[in-house]
């Protein structure tokens, strides 16, 4: 079963615009961790944020977290074309990276 | 530092035939995963290990797959016999131990069953 479940499945914009991917868990977490899949590749770790955290940064990415909703958000600023990718939210509902339960994830595409 | 390293990268065999995948994770990551993703879904875990020791292989479908971790360093995930629906990308990945560690991914290994 998938825990986490992204919105939108799809989502297009221009390059320079901002992109916000949602995320709703089910279950009571350790942490949330994002992660981009490339076409035909691996899935690259972004950004973890803790159950104790509101809110994180790095780089251009913005992810918050809202554990009474259980929902996170991930804010891609400035949008380029190499972000086109696969984005994916996995629920951490153990210690470490045990129990990593991955949604279905939202595919971006950055129009140049 | 090498990555998560997994072969084959591709595999097509025809169903009912075996088939094995090989990973070898960070150095020093205690934790391993297999996870199965089928093309536009998610992730989905097989098994993970801690060292040498299954911990949760609640979804792997026993009757098919096996996957073993003997020396607690690299592991291979085995299908016999193949079915169409097996037919996936089978990601490896390791992450070190403790909490609020990420998992690192391998490129995966893509099976087609004809």
């Known amino acids: 079963s998938q825990q986490g479940e992204e919105d939108p499945q799809a989502l297009s914009i221009q390059e320079g615009e901002n992109a916000t991917m949602n995320c709703s868990y089910k279950?009571?977490?350790?942490?949330l961790q994002w992660y981009r899949q490339n076409s035909g590749r691996g899935l690259v770790h972004l950004i973890l944020?803790?159950?104790?955290?509101r809110e994180k940064h790095s780089g251009r990415l913005r992810v918050t977290l809202d554990t009474s909703k259980k929902s996170s958000s991930l804010l891609i600023t400035a949008s380029r074309a190499a972000d086109t990718a696969s984005y994916f939210c996995?629920?951490?509902?153990?210690?470490?990276?045990?129990?990593?339960?991955f949604g279905k994830g939202t595919h971006l595409i950055i129009q140049p | 530092e090498a990555g998560v390293v997994q072969s084959p990268r591709y595999k097509i065999i025809e169903k009912k035939q075996p088939v094995a995948f090989w990973c070898n994770p960070i150095?020093?990551?205690?934790?391993l995963y297999w996870y199965r993703q089928n093309l536009g879904q998610g992730p989905e875990l097989l098994i993970r290990?801690?060292?040498?020791?299954?911990?949760?292989d609640s979804q792997l479908p026993k009757d098919r797959f096996s996957a073993e971790r003997l020396k607690g360093v690299d592991s291979t995930l085995k299908i016999q016999p193949a079915e169409l629906g097996d037919s996936a990308v089978y990601l490896c990945?390791?992450?070190?131990?403790?909490?609020?560690?990420?998992?690192?991914f391998g490129q995966g290994t893509r099976l087609t069953v004809v």
């Open positions: 279950t009571s977490i350790n942490n």
């Open positions: 944020i803790r159950s104790n955290e």
């Open positions: 990945a390791s992450s070190p131990y403790g909490s609020n560690t990420e998992a690192f």
């Open positions: 290990y801690e060292n040498e020791e299954a911990v949760d």
């Open positions: 996995a629920a951490n509902s153990g210690g470490g990276a045990d129990g990593l339960t």
């Open positions: 150095s020093g990551h205690n934790t």
